[in-house]
């Protein structure tokens, strides 16, 4: 069963930076497509970031465009998304999951979620 913690979260000042790691265990990164997620208090979860399970493909929040970079080290069976810029409206818990190959554009299709990581972007 494929398993996911997320790190690197924490309190950063408005333009500064963060990278978040997804790591996998279980069983091989390199099956699955990765999203990036996050949910502020009181909103609904929204998509970030998606990585296909090759690489050859990422899609980004328009909100994030320009910002935010995801990657993925297969080796290594982990997923980041490397933050900068960030602003308050970035403020959020950050999840990142697991679902086979291809990214989707639906929050239920993934089936994998790891437990999340507090990103507060405050001066």
């Known amino acids: 069963q494929l398993q996911l913690v997320e790190s690197g979260g924490g309190l950063v000042q408005p333009g500064g930076s963060l990278r978040l790691s997804c790591a996998a265990s279980g069983r091989a990164l390199n099956y699955y497509a990765i999203g990036w997620f996050r949910q502020a208090p009181g909103k609904e979860r929204e998509g970030v970031s998606c990585?296909?399970?090759?690489?050859?493909?990422?899609n980004y929040a328009d909100s994030v465009k320009g910002r935010f970079t995801i990657s993925r080290d297969n080796a290594k069976n982990t997923v980041y998304l490397q933050m900068n810029s960030l602003k308050p409206e970035d403020t959020a818990v950050y999840y990142c999951?697991?679902?086979?190959?291809?990214?989707?554009?639906?929050?239920?299709?993934?089936?994998?979620w790891g437990q999340g990581t507090q990103v507060t972007v405050s001066s």
């Open positions: 990585i296909q399970n090759s690489g050859s493909s990422t």
């Open positions: 999951a697991a679902i086979l190959f291809h990214c989707s554009d639906s929050v239920r299709s993934y089936n994998a």
